[in-house]
T-cell receptor, first 110, second 112 residues
Framework: QKEVEQDPGPLSVPEGAIVSLNCTYS??????FMWYRQYSRKGPELLMY????GNKEDGRFTAQVDKSSKYISLFIRDSQPSDSATYLCAMIPNDYKLSFGAGTTVTVRA | GAVVSQHPSWVICKSGTSVKIECRSL??????MFWYRQFPKQSLMLMATSNEGSKATYEQGVEKDKFLINHASLTLSTLTVTSAHPEDSSFYIC????????FGPGTRLTVT
C-alpha cells in the first residue's frame, strides 16, 4: 500500500465549476500537508500549505485536512481554463522529505 | 519569491554516455537539495537528498554509482547520470530547501 493515495483522474469540468480533489494517507506521522500544481513539463509550484485539521482558504482555493480520517482535500471555486494542470498532494512528517500522491490531471473546459 | 533553476532543460544523449544536470538556487542559499525523477503521468519519486559538503543520501533502490550527486556549494547541486540507458529517460526535478521546498523547472532526459 502506498503511503499517499490520490486518484489520477483525469478530471474534466466546465468553466466555473468547483473542482474537488482529495488524497488519503496511511502514515500517522504526517504533520504537514501541501498541494502543488504542475503544468505540463514544468516543475511543481506550491499552492497551499496546512498543518492542522480544518479548512484554509486562499482566494479561490480551499484546503481541508481531516487527520482523524487521514484525508485531505483541495477545492477550486469558479474554475478557469488556466487551472488546467496536474495537482499533487504532498505531506511530510517531522523532517522535510516530501511524500507525493500520484497527481490528478484536471482539465477545465471553456 | 525563491527561484530555482535547472540546466539544461532538455537533453538528448546516446546510450552509454554520461549527462550532468545542474540545479541552482538563484536568490537564496540551500543547505539541502533534493533530486526527484518523474515518469510520464506519474508522481515525483525522491531519488536522493543532497547536503552541502557531505555525501548524498539515496533512497532505496536508487543506484548511487549510477546517479552521482555533488553539492559543492550552498547554491549548486549537480546530478550526473553515468552510462545512461534508454530506461533512464525521464523528467528529473530538483528542489532546494529553505523553510519549504522550492522546485526547479525540471530537465527532460532522453537517452537514445
Amino acid at each position: 500500500q502506498k503511503e499517499v493515495e490520490q486518484d489520477p483522474g483525469p478530471l474534466s469540468v466546465p468553466e466555473g465549476a468547483i473542482v474537488s480533489l482529495n488524497c488519503t494517507y496511511s502514515n500517522s506521522a504526517f504533520q504537514y500537508f501541501m498541494w502543488y500544481r504542475q503544468y505540463s513539463r514544468k516543475g511543481p509550484e506550491l499552492l497551499m500549505y496546512t498543518y492542522s485539521s480544518g479548512n484554509k482558504e486562499d482566494g479561490r482555493f480551499t484546503a481541508q485536512v481531516d487527520k482523524s480520517s487521514k484525508y485531505i482535500s483541495l477545492f477550486i471555486r469558479d474554475s478557469q481554463p488556466s487551472d488546467s494542470a496536474t495537482y499533487l498532494c504532498a505531506m511530510i512528517p517531522n523532517d522535510y522529505k516530501l511524500s507525493f500522491g500520484a497527481g490528478t490531471t484536471v482539465t477545465v473546459r471553456a | 519569491g525563491a527561484v530555482v533553476s535547472q540546466h539544461p532543460s532538455w537533453v538528448i544523449c546516446k546510450s552509454g554516455t554520461s549527462v550532468k544536470i545542474e540545479c541552482r538556487s538563484l536568490d537564496f542559499q540551500a543547505t539541502t537539495m533534493f533530486w526527484y525523477r518523474q515518469f510520464p503521468k506519474q508522481s515525483l519519486m525522491l531519488m536522493a537528498t543532497s547536503n552541502e559538503g557531505s555525501k548524498a543520501t539515496y533512497e532505496q533502490g536508487v543506484e548511487k554509482d549510477k546517479f552521482l550527486i555533488n553539492h559543492a556549494s550552498l547554491t549548486l547541486s549537480t546530478l550526473t547520470v553515468t552510462s545512461a540507458h534508454p530506461e533512464d529517460s525521464s523528467f528529473y526535478i530538483c528542489s532546494a530547501y529553505s523553510y519549504e521546498q522550492y522546485f526547479g523547472p525540471g530537465t527532460r532526459l532522453t537517452v537514445t
